[in-house]
Each structure stands twice: as C-alpha cells, then as structure tokens.
C-alpha cells in the first residue's frame, strides 16, 4: 500500500465508506510490557488487556528487547481487548500507538524479520561513541538542530553502533535492504500489512528523539546524516502525530491506523496539556516531566531536552522541554527482583510507611548515569548515609524520596529555562496509584499534585489523536471536557525541612559523579 495523504484534522473517512465505530482503540508498547486499551467517546476505558516482555542484558549497561516476541505480545493484547471489550473491527473507529521512545531497530525489507534485537533507550553502550562524535564541542554539538545533547540515549548513535558492530549489516543498509524504526514504525509497518504493503511511517514526536531529525523543518537532515553515517534509505517518512496512516490487516482489518506519539508526547496530550506553560510528569519505569512552550522551541541551557510536543494533521507543531530521569519504577522493580526487600511493586507504599522519615539514607539510582539536568554519563548508583540505624522501611522510603527529588530538580531547571514557576503538576503513569508517593512529590515540589479520574493518559493521548484524525472527537475543546480530578495532594512539609532534605539529596547525587572512567565503559565502540 502506497503512502497515503496527509489529513488534515477533519474527519477522514474509513477505507471502503465503512461506518464509524463507537470506540478507539490504544496500542501502548511499553519498555517492560505491551497494553491495548479501548476507549468510548467519554475517554472511559472499556477494556484493557496487558503482557510483559522480556528484558535481555547481554553485558553491563546493555538493554535489548526481542522485537518479534513484542509484536507477539501486541497482537494477542489487541486480541484480548476487543474480546474483553465484546467488540469487533466495526466498532472501532479508528486505532493509535503509543511507544517507549528512543528503542532502535533494523529490519529486513524483504522478510520482515529484525536483524538484531531492538537497542533499548536505556541503553548505555554508544557512550563512547557520543563521545567520539562530539569531537572538540562535546555534547551539545547537534543542540541547535535536534534539540538534544549527545547521549547515549538517543536512536541514532544506536542506528550507527548496529551498522558499526554487527557484520554486513552496513553493507546491507547501504544497498536499501535494511529499514529502520522506533517501536512505533515497527508496529504500524505489521499493522498495515508488513512485507505486503505494510507502511513505513514514523511521526514528529519519535522522529524528534532520533537525533536525525531538524527540530526546526521537521525533515530528516542531510547533514546529520552524513555526521551520523545513516543512510537515508533506513529512514521512515516523517508524518504527523495524527492522520490516517493506513488500514490495518489481520484481526483489526480495515481499521484506519491514525496516530502515533512517543509515550511521553501521548500522555501530554492525554493530560489535555494544550496550552503553553501547561505541565504533566509521567511516572513509570522511568519518569518524563514535559512542559508544553507553544508553537516555539525553546532552547534549554539547564539540562533539558527540547522536543515536539504533537502535531495534528497539518496544524503547526507544538514544542515542549522535557525533563528525562531514568530510574524511577524500575528502581522499585530493582528493590523487589534485585534486594528481595518486597515480593510485589505495590508493597513499597506499604514497607515505607513504617518509618516517618529515611533515616538519613539517600539512594541515588544512576543505573545508566544520570539524566536531566545533569547527563553525566560516568555516573553510577549510590546509597548514602548509612548507619547501623537504618531498616528496610528507611531504604524504602528513601526509594519513594528518589523519585521525588529527581522530579525537584527537573521542575527547577524548567524555571530557569521557560521562567515559568509550577503551579500544580498534573500526574499519571503506574507510580501514581502510590499515594504516599504523591504526598512526598507535593512536599518536596512544595506545589500541588494532581491525578486525573482515568491515569492511563499515555493511551488516551494516543485514542485521542486517532480519534481527532477521523472526526471521532471533534476538537481540543472536547478533549478537555474529558480530562476530570481524580485526587489531589497539597504539601505539608515545612520550608525548614525542605531545604535541609535538598542540600542532603545534592551531596548524595555529587557522590555518583565520576565512576566510570572513559576506558572502563564495557561495550565502548
């Protein structure tokens, strides 16, 4: 099937006439498991179905993801949902995808199969490369045109590793065998059909964490390219966030395939951020505080990222500074899996509650180095202020507190870069079910928290945008009719307190700096 036109955000009629369904249907694939969510015309979910996948760790700092089995686990969820659901194709109006953002595969054009694992974004081993390709201006050296630091973070110095360090695979990239995408092309090419026609398309909001990108036209860059030595045939056409991309095959055939947005740019939009200076963080396996700066990119000179926010059809694209932190949930998944201190991730709220303070401890978790507003690579976990005082509930709370200060810094350097001072913080994601979590952010944000009635917003950004592009919801403004409080939590610690816990939590956060030395990086190209 031939790419198709692009929408704009009027409604976009199904292939063959076929009558609108009376509900959208969300894709999430995730960095540890895949979702399908349907939802009605209230935003309400009506099913949801869920499966992990597995996490590969073939060396130090190395995180890959078998893509097959993820499009396995993305098929019997959708599956799944629609039976839950008591619905079948006809009903849905339209599919979208949401994805873990950054995670780099290649594929082969002719059998549809990966030639690698997917390189997850958690990844660590292009450190030296990012290095390497900083040369004498170091990381911010492609900042003005992408709007992001060097790091190992980021799709393309994994695009360039693969083609580097797995035989023939540069030579097969080179001859227009090999395709590349994020999760989200991944998906939507088997969607649509795979070797059969299936559609090689990724949006804004991905194309914008590739590094490949310019921030600015929204086109791959030649340059950065050449700099990166990526062959533009790997690449997928850049389209929108929300617009009919195709039909879907298989089990949802004829099902308008309508949106993508990275998971992060989804859950802005699921918060019904639509406006400039609006904010919401995104609490999973990692944590994303995004803040919507309107029609404009706004350079960040604190640690932040600029980045597209969404575009719809053919409107102009919206831009946000995002805060990345790494280690959030999965510092909680690591107490349970790694320590045996719980046996599940919801016991945490329960082991911390039985202590009123940390105890003078402080974890660190800088399992990848340390993210926003720091990007220290050589960084490395630590726990400090031990004394014999110290219990598992103290470790626990200290755990919860990681997240919260982590956050803290975020929104600080947010101010400096927009001047915009945070009202309130709008919340969603799987950490958010824990309340004595959210009391601890409010505290230490001295500010607000809130949750909406419905906490899966990564997916419902995602239906959202599916259901604009073909006149499911008819605007914005009915978008945000949907968004209702679900709990709110105001601070209650004193101001005394506060500062003193800061000062503690930046001395602890100076003791990761410097670990790892530029020739002790395992897997370093």
């Not at 309107?294 to 059809?313: F, M, P, W």
Request: proline share 4%; hydrophobic share 40%; aromatic share 8%.
């Amino acid at each position: 099937m031939p790419p198709l036109p692009r929408p704009t955000i009027t409604a976009v009629p199904a292939a063959g006439g076929r009558p609108q369904g009376r509900h959208v249907a969300a894709i999430d694939q995730g960095t540890t498991s895949s979702r399908c969510i349907v939802f009605d015309a209230d935003g309400a979910i009506v099913a949801v179905e869920q499966q992990e996948h597995r996490q590969i760790f073939p060396q130090p700092g190395w995180v890959e993801h078998d893509a097959g089995e993820i499009w396995t686990r993305v098929r019997s969820v959708v599956t799944q949902a629609m039976r839950r659901a008591g619905i079948g194709p006809a009903e849905l109006s339209a599919i979208g995808i949401t994805n873990q953002r950054e995670t780099t595969l290649l594929w082969d054009r002719r059998t549809g199969e990966p030639v690698h694992n997917a390189i997850v974004w958690q990844d660590t081993r292009t450190e030296a490369l990012c290095r390497e390709l900083g040369r004498n201006v170091g990381k911010d050296r492609f900042r003005r045109e992408t709007g992001l630091p060097l790091a190992s973070y980021f799709a393309g110095p994994k695009i360039r590793w693969l083609l580097d360090n797995v035989d023939g695979l540069r030579g097969r990239a080179e001859a227009g065998e090999l395709m590349f995408g994020t999760m989200d092309s991944w998906l939507i090419w088997n969607l649509t059909g795979g070797v059969d026609g299936g559609v090689h398309v990724t949006d804004v909001t991905n194309a914008s964490r590739t590094m490949l990108m310019n921030l600015h036209t929204l086109e791959w860059d030649e340059r950065l390219l050449e700099s990166f030595a990526v062959p533009a045939s790997l690449l997928p056409e850049i389209r929108s966030s929300a617009e009919v991309y195709g039909y879907a095959v298989g089990e949802l055939a004829g099902v308008p395939v309508a949106s993508a947005l990275g998971d992060q740019q989804a859950a802005l939009f699921g918060q019904t951020c639509f406006d400039e200076g609006e904010a919401k963080s995104t609490y999973g396996t990692g944590t994303f505080l995004l803040l919507n700066t309107g029609e404009k990119a706004v350079n960040s000179y604190h640690g932040l990222l600029t980045t597209v926010g969404y575009r719809i059809g053919d409107r102009k694209p919206v831009y946000a500074l995002e805060g990345s932190i790494a280690v959030t949930g999965s510092l909680v998944q690591w107490l349970r899996d790694q320590l045996g201190l719980i046996s599940t991730a919801a016991e945490i709220e329960e082991l911390a509650s039985t202590v009123q303070d940390n105890g003078g401890a402080y974890i660190v978790p800088a399992f990848s180095g340390l993210f926003a507003p720091y990007w220290r690579s050589d960084a490395r976990g630590v726990i400090t202020g031990l004394t014999g005082y110290v219990n598992k509930g103290h470790l626990a709370r200290a755990v919860l507190e990681a997240t919260a200060w982590q956050t803290r810094e975020v929104v600080d350097a947010m101010a400096k870069d927009s001047g915009v001072t945070l009202s309130s913080l709008k919340v969603d994601g799987g950490m958010t079910a824990n309340d004595l979590l959210m009391q601890i952010i409010s505290d230490v944000l001295d500010a607000p928290v809130e949750r909406p009635l419905v906490a899966e917003t990564t997916a419902l950004g995602a239906a959202y945008a599916a259901g604009l592009a073909v006149g499911f919801w008819p605007d914005l403004d009915a978008l945000r009719a949907n968004w209702h409080r679900g709990a709110e939590w105001t601070p209650r610690m004193g101001a005394q307190e506060r500062a003193r816990e800061q000062r503690n939590w930046l001395k602890a956060v100076e003791r990761t700096k410097g670990w790892i030395d530029e020739d002790s990086v395992p897997g370093g190209a």
